[in-house]
Nanobody, 123 residues
């Protein structure tokens, strides 16, 4: 199996910065895309940023120029640098990884989620 563990969330004042990390471990053969999503309870999960294994990135319009996604392929880890945070950025942030996992010499598509990390921005 594969596990994703997020860290780096917390409470920050408006205008501050946080850096989220998400480390993937387990029977991973290859990770293709690693994404960050966010969700307010009761609402739909929103894609915040995405990065491919080759380093191509994609951002939600609402965070362009404010957030930066990066990854360390050797560590199977993705980061989200969040600057100039606003109260409306308050959410639970989730990591997602898609790729290929192995089990008993077989290969399977994988699509796993972390449990989320809470980011709270006070005004």
């Amino acid at each position: 199996q594969v596990q994703l563990v997020e860290s780096g969330g917390g409470l920050v004042q408006a205008g501050g910065s946080l850096r989220l990390s998400c480390a993937a471990s387990g029977s991973i053969f290859r990770i293709d895309a690693m994404d960050w999503y966010r969700q307010v309870p009761g609402e739909q999960r929103e894609l915040v940023a995405q990065i491919t294994s080759g380093g191509s990135t994609n951002y939600a319009d609402s965070v362009k120029g404010q957030f930066t996604i990066s990854r360390d392929n050797a560590k199977n880890t993705v980061y989200l640098q969040m600057n100039s945070l606003k109260p409306e950025d308050t959410d639970v942030y989730y990591c997602n990884a898609k790729g290929i996992r192995t089990s008993s010499d077989y290969y399977y598509a994988m699509d796993y989620w972390g449990k989320g990390t809470l980011v709270t921005v006070s005004s």
